[in-house]
């Protein structure tokens, strides 16, 4: 058996080469649109956090309440509002609560 020519060991290379990608794409970190994406959605994510924050500590007066499809909108911004109103109307019944 004679020893395969170069254009033969070239064209082995580049089916193995594709195989080797076929199974190992290349990772997102080249995907620039990707990356923005990801920072505009943990920026969403820092605001509705800073919103669940405020509305925990008192701060749900109407005028400043963020309403579902704001951009600090959340479903947990909305269940804090709902449990910081029920926490004022227990204390609007006299009940005196310890702060830790």
């Known amino acids: ?12 290379l580049k089916v193995l080469h594709a195989f080797y990608l076929d ?17 505009d959605d943990a920026e969403r994510l820092r605001v509705q956090l800073a919103g669940c924050l405020t509305a925990a500590e008192g701060g749900i007066y109407p005028q400043v309440l963020a309403k579902q499809g704001d951009y600090g909108w959340s479903a947990a ?24």
């Open 1 to 12: 058996m004679s020893e395969p020519t170069l254009e033969e060991k070239l064209a082995d």
């Open 23 to 39: 199974r190992h794409p290349r990772p997102r970190i080249f995907d620039v649109q990707a990356i923005r994406r990801d920072i």
């Open 77 to 100: 911004y909305a269940a804090v509002v709902n449990l910081r109103r029920k926490y004022e109307d227990f204390l609007k019944k006299g009940v005196e609560v310890e702060d830790e």
